[in-house]
């Protein structure tokens, strides 16, 4: 071990030290990512009522790269549980916050929302 950190130049090792430290992170989150959708998978499918109480956005990148939007809903169910998801961009844009309806998950996995009909709407 003395020899890595001491073998060189002082610059040498310092990169060798954070190329090593990029891929440490890399396959961390790469098993967490298989890990928590393993443990997704063990879960049932669950239908709950539920109310829309939020949405968010989280931008990562931009500048001289390409920016990704990430996209979350909470939803509160009628004992006052509170649960966030990440939800994709087609299925953000058709929530409102105080939406009413059926939430469909699995896990932390977000399966679908089906709306209830609101008072006054047309059945089209």
Request: charged share 20%.
């Amino acid at each position: 071990m003395e020899e890595f950190l001491l073998g060189g130049d002082i610059m040498f090792t310092v990169v060798r030290l954070f190329i090593f430290l990029v891929f440490a992170i890399i396959l961390f989150n790469v098993l967490k990512g298989i890990f928590q959708w393993g443990k997704n998978n063990q879960q049932p499918r669950l239908t709950s009522a539920a109310k829309v109480i939020g949405k968010r956005t989280s931008i990562h990148g931009g500048g001289n790269t390409h920016a990704y939007n990430h996209y979350f809903a909470t939803f509160e169910f009628p004992n006052g549980d509170r649960t966030e998801f990440q939800l994709k961009d087609e299925e953000y844009g058709m929530l409102a916050e105080g939406d009413s309806g059926e939430l469909q998950f699995q896990g932390t996995r977000y399966l679908g929302f089906t709306r209830s009909k609101r008072t006054g709407e047309n059945s089209g």
